[in-house]
């Protein structure tokens, strides 16, 4: 079983910086080579959306449209960690962002989510 926590998530203006952290447990994703670990997320009334993901193994990155030039995704494989940096956030980036591991296409762990605020 693997465990997903998320942390980071607070109120923040138009234009500022977050960072989000993912720390995984309960299983050693170092020799789970096909593991990818993303972020979605899902703003009031709307579904949830992807929005960046990493391979556990070679570092490959894909992300949404709508945050590539802002938001940077990257792992640290010794700590069992990934980090999403988050950079000239807008109002339309507010939304609870879950973190999310499995076997692409199918993401099989998932955590509780962390809200992320950003005023206009």
């Known amino acids: 079983q693997v465990q997903l926590v998320e942390s980071g998530g607070r109120l923040v203006q138009t234009g500022g910086s977050l960072r989000l952290s993912c720390a995984a447990s309960?299983?050693?994703?170092?020799?789970?080579?096909?593991?990818?670990m993303g972020w979605f997320r899902q703003a009031p009334g709307k579904d949830r959306e992807f929005v960046a993901s990493?391979?556990?193994?070679?570092?490959?990155?894909r992300y949404a449209d709508s945050v590539k030039g802002r938001f940077t995704l990257s792992r640290d494989n010794a700590k069992n960690t990934v980090s999403l940096q988050m950079n000239s956030l807008k109002p339309e980036d507010t939304a609870v962002y879950y973190c999310?591991?499995?076997?692409?296409?199918?993401?099989?762990?998932w955590g509780q989510g962390t809200q992320v605020t950003v005023s206009s």
């Open positions: 999310a591991a499995g076997t692409v296409p199918i993401y099989s762990y």
């Open positions: 309960g299983r050693p994703f170092g020799t789970s080579g096909t593991y990818t």
């Open positions: 990493i391979t556990w193994s070679g570092g490959a990155t």
